[in-house]
């Protein structure tokens, strides 16, 4: 049955399966146009996605370089411990996905304009505010709480839209859509580590928040849902009733533990190479390194799953992300070995990200992405919040030896590979099916 309602679907709907009264796998009415799967129209919805994907998500694969600077003798708050001075960074991290439980609902009603709009004002403003801040609070609450919360409402207003354009190609289009992300991560920790000794913290700080205005007026004038708007009554339900479909709930639970040990590699890995006796100037080429070798990681997986199954490729993703995590971090010391691990991590991880959205849309009515979608982000949120400060003080506890970091890192990931499982498990069994 699984594999028929995704080869077969006349009129292109998204039909995910939900539990019956007896147990069976029931599909769910959706809208019932067609979905255009390409066209000039779409692609330029995916091009304004990939703009506003390059601006928030790739600031966050960003987040070691401010680990880094936040630690340096030169940085004004560097008398705080890194497990402290990790909280800027996490709420960052944290509070993209988090505000999805909010901006989700507004975009079931409204649509994307007005996220777009405020969104893009309020994250330039905030970065604005990070190049002026001098005490902690300033910072946390500039970057961890301005920056991350506008830039929540473009990513989810991104995320939501596309899904509203693709249904064959779906995984595809957020494999394109995401690797605008890694190529912000590949462009800005390199330009910032240069520009950070030449003009300053602050000036640089600036120089990123006006790259970020132009790209994301790019996103502003081209991204739209196909659907209309349909204002609404809030009902919490709409927020819990997908826990009661196991699939759901088990995607949500896998999507926390994953971010549970995501952003480590991001957050420590300069660290790590430092604290290894790699010279200075070739860490600051890790991160672009990782931001690298994802972009095709986030587009071919894509390609593979709308093939063989989405559910399939995730469970296999998220076990080979735990094998290299404990196979190559864990003993790697030398700086081939950092570098080995660097792109090889990049390139499998990244898959993941742009897979998620596409699983919760599979099992989801396309009329209600926003909350479903945003409820999701809001779980896996609190996995990015507290993977980097458990993280750190497993790190203050071994005397700063990464062992235990490394290990707890790699363990994410099988956890994530189990709960995919049990997803997987309810809504076709252990039958060898696209899924």
Known sequence: MVQEQHE????????PCTPTENGANAPVKQHNEPFPEGGIQAWTVVFGCWCGMFCTFGLVNCIG???????SQSSPISNYSEGVISWI?????WGLPFDGIVFGRVFDCYGP??????????????????????????????????AAFSSSAVFNACTSSIVTWFFDKRAYAFGVMVSGSSLGGVIMPIMMSRLIPRIGFPWTVRAVAFMILGLLSITTVTVRSRLPTQPKPFTFKNYIRGFREPAYAWTCIASFVFYLGLFLPFNYIILQAKDAGMA?????????????????????????????????????????????????????????????FAAVYGLISGSLIS?????????????????????????????????????????????????????????????????FAFARTTLVGLKVVKV
Not at 114 to 122: D, E, T
Not at 356 to 361: F, V
Not at 392 to 417: E, P, R, T
């Open 8 to 15: 077969s679907h006349p009129v292109a709907q998204d039909i």
């Open 65 to 71: 370089v401010f680990e880094e600077y936040y630690t």
């Open 89 to 93: 960074t996490s709420l960052q991290a």
């Open 113 to 146: 304009r007005w996220l777009l709009l405020l969104g893009s004002i309020g994250y330039v403003f905030g970065l604005m505010m990070v190049s002026v801040s001098r005490n902690y609070y300033q910072f946390l609450l500039s970057q961890g709480v301005v």
């Open 280 to 340: 200075s100037e070739m860490t600051h080429y890790l991160l672009p390194i990782i931001n690298a070798a994802s972009i095709p990681g986030r587009i071919l997986p894509g390609v593979l799953a709308d093939r063989v199954g989405r559910y399939n490729i995730a469970i296999v993703v998220a076990w080979i992300t735990g094998v290299i995590t404990l196979a190559l971090w864990i003993p790697g010391k030398s700086q081939s070995a950092i570098i080995a």
């Open 355 to 419: 897979l998620t959205p596409t699983l919760i849309a599979q099992i989801s009515d396309v009329r209600q992405i926003g909350v479903r979608q945003g409820t999701c982000f809001t779980l896996q949120s609190f996995g990015a919040l507290l993977g980097s400060p458990i993280a750190g003080a497993i790190l203050a506890s071994q005397n700063g030896s990464y062992w235990g970091l490394k290990l707890f890192c790699g363990c994410a990931f099988f956890a994530a590979m189990i709960a």
